[in-house]
């Protein structure tokens, strides 16, 4: 349905989106998943049209978008980072005026209204003005400014960002709901790998401007197939140990704060009683192993060297 | 055009207060600003002749006569001398039988009016006086009054058309000003929500929805046009009937002259938001910018006193010379449109290239994203 080719965009000569390629299939729902600064947000306002490419094409049902914006705009919902409403005026308000420039048909707009604060759960407050509401009902909000015209694509830029625990489940199950029970297409960007984990289907992993990795999730996971993730605790911090577990063969990706020592070691590796001999070395003793499977963000870690939030 | 104006209307009904204080403030400035132009300036005068008190008694009712520009009061030598000292007062004036001499600090336009002035009425009694040794000079002072009272010859001023010639009205221009300059900064404020809503991502919004972009400017232009007209009417109908300052007979044509000076400020500061790309950047221009401009086109100041080709120069590149050019053409030689015509083009014509340079360089820099 929608296709990315080779779509660069450049600031004063510097790549903020270096050709990259993806794909949108109809009742699609993809992450984009990066650390801020990888060139998420760039991407996706040229996908939605806000932006010229520097080079690239973006096609929708074979046409593009770069020449002809029209057509995917009519099937847009873009929901930005920013909360993009109308501080002085009530929810309600905000999705009066966003339903009218979107030219929702009059006797349709109301029952809109009342369909999308139904789905975010503001009905009951949606006479409040919205500079009253937390950050979590604003980005709510700001979610069903976008569904008033029913798109059939629904773009959303770090939708969770700075917001409570409570808000962010409603606003992940929401977008989970849409796309399983409606068919929207979903193009997720986050930075938190649990969000796209739960939400989508495929995922592009993207840093400095580049896609470096792309598939479902088990495919990105087989990235890491011959690896473990294991973390361990010693009865006390040791700085020794952990510099004489960096060099060991198998061990890399070694990660220490107070508590644990996270890294990635080969499969069948066997280290354990390498493990105790070194923290015998360093004088403590191993009081906690746990092997766990890598996820996204170990994928992302052994692709970049780098955690997401780095 | 119509779901964008009536977000900022539905904004300001929510929050009105800004729009009423900028009211307030038209009608405070105005009224504080005539006051103080319409106060009699008073100067200290004293003697320290040994007849002090007989030289004041004679000198101070003919300083103070009827249609005199200045309040003169006896007061003590070595206190006036001291408020001119400590520059509270330009002037004092130290009385003499029949001389004077200035007290002053530093030279000052005030110095050489009062000089002139004092210098008239002691001129006029010595020669009243010298002319008291041929003829009784009682007799002779009536004969002058009675010579003033009826002049064998009297000029009269009068329009070509015969009409009376109007004397200029310094309450109406600073009225004029103060009401403008404020509402300068209503439309300023209104148009920078364009910038507001483009950092806020509401454009991108629109951009988005099936609204055209020329709709999307009109929307914000129309409602910063629409609550400026509204702020300026409301100070004007309060001027006249309230205040019954004097508007001449056209308060029709003055309505239009505010509107197309209203359109050629939007027009300014739509060009000022071409320039910048946030709104915190507008702020910091425009309010440093615009209060320059009654300055420079000389609204405050009584016709001719602003003379300089340069700054006539610069202000006629902007919409206020043109607008007060209009507007006291109107109330005091109740002029019409056709005499008018000419500003109203210019300021017409100043909107035009304004509005196109800011929309252009806007959009610009949106595509330049």
């Known amino acids: ?310 | 055009m119509g779901s964008v104006f009536m977000a900022q209307l539905a904004k300001d009904r929510r929050n009105p207060l800004i729009l009423l204080l900028f009211i307030a403030l038209s009608i405070l400035a105005t009224l504080l600003f005539v006051r103080s132009t319409q106060n009699m300036t008073t100067i200290a005068v004293f003697s320290e002749d040994e007849h002090g008190a007989a030289i004041e008694e004679k000198w101070l009712p003919l300083l103070n006569r009827e249609g005199a520009y200045y309040h003169f009061k006896a007061v003590d030598a070595k206190h006036a001398r001291e408020q001119v000292q400590k520059g509270r007062s330009d002037v004092a004036v130290k009385l003499m039988e029949q001389d004077y001499r200035l007290v002053a600090a530093s030279d000052s336009p005030t110095i050489q009016q009062v000089d002139q002035y004092v210098r008239k009425i002691y001129t006029q009694e010595m020669q009243i006086q010298a002319s008291s040794g041929v003829i009784k000079e009682e007799k002779l002072r009536e004969a002058v009054n009675e010579y003033v009272r009826k002049p064998p010859f009297r000029l009269t001023k009068q329009g070509i058309d015969g009409s009376k010639v109007q004397s200029h009205n310094m309450s109406t221009q600073l009225m004029f000003a103060f009401t403008l300059l404020i509402s300068i900064f209503t439309m300023g404020f209104k148009v920078n929500s364009v910038t507001n809503d483009k950092v806020s991502r509401i454009w991108d919004r629109m951009i988005l929805s099936p609204i055209h972009k020329t709709s999307m400017y009109l929307g914000y232009i129309s409602y910063s046009f629409f609550i400026s007209l509204f702020q300026v009417t409301v100070v004007l109908i309060l001027f006249k009937y309230v205040f019954k300052f004097d508007l001449g007979h056209h308060f029709g044509l003055i309505l239009l002259i505010i509107a197309i000076f209203i359109f050629g400020m939007i027009s300014l500061a739509m060009l000022i938001t071409g320039f910048v790309s946030k709104p915190e950047q507008f702020y910091a221009i425009y309010p440093s910018f615009v209060p320059m401009l009654p300055l420079i086109s000389g609204a405050y100041m009584p016709p001719g006193a602003l003379n300089n080709p340069v700054l006539s120069f610069i202000a006629d590149l902007f919409p206020m010379s043109h607008a007060m050019d209009a507007l006291m053409k109107v109330v005091n030689l109740d002029a019409g449109i056709s005499e008018i015509a000419l500003q109203l083009s210019l300021i017409l014509l100043i909107g035009v290239v304004y509005m196109g340079i800011g929309i252009n360089l806007a959009e610009r820099k949106s595509a330049r994203k």
Request: hydrophobic residues 40%; glycine residues 8%; neutral net charge.
């Open chain 1, 1 to 310: 349905m929608l296709e990315v080719f080779k779509l660069s965009k450049s600031y004063k000569g510097k790549r903020a989106v270096d050709e990259i390629n993806l794909y949108l299939d109809e009742g699609d729902s993809v992450g984009l998943l990066g650390p801020n600064g990888a060139g998420k947000s760039t991407t996706i306002s040229m996908i939605s049209t806000l932006i010229k490419p520097t080079s690239g094409d973006i096609k929708f049902h074979g046409k593009s978008t770069v020449e002809a914006p029209a057509a995917l705009r009519k099937v847009l919902g873009v929901v930005p980072q920013e909360i993009a409403l109308y501080e002085e005026l009530s929810a309600y308000e905000n999705l009066k005026f966003f339903g009218k420039i979107y030219k929702v048909e009059k006797r349709l707009l109301e029952e809109r209204i009342q369909d999308v604060l139904d789905l975010v759960g503001l009905k009951d407050r949606q006479k409040e003005l919205v500079k009253t509401f937390s950050g979590g009902m604003k980005r709510r909000v700001n979610i069903a400014a976008a569904l008033l015209h029913q798109p059939k694509i629904l773009i959303l830029d770090e939708p969770t960002v700075g917001i409570d625990p409570q808000s962010r489940t409603h606003i992940l199950e929401m977008v989970r709901m849409m796309n399983e029970r409606t068919g929207t297409t979903v193009l997720y960007t986050s930075h938190y790998m649990e969000e796209v984990e739960q939400l989508c289907k495929r995922v592009y992993i993207m840093d400095h401007g580049k896609i470096i990795a792309a598939g479902t999730k088990a495919e990105l996971m087989s990235i890491l197939s011959n690896e473990d993730k294991i973390q361990i605790q010693l009865d006390r911090p040791s700085a020794s140990f952990v510099e004489a577990i960096k060099g060991l063969k198998h061990i890399h990706h070694v990660e220490a704060n107070e508590e644990n020592i996270d890294f990635i070691a080969s499969k069948g590796s066997n280290i354990l009683g390498l493990l105790v001999r070194e923290a015998e070395k360093a004088g403590a003793e191993l009081i906690n192993y746990q092997m766990d499977t890598p996820s996204l963000e170990d994928v992302f870690l052994h692709l970049t060297g780098r955690t997401l939030r780095d």
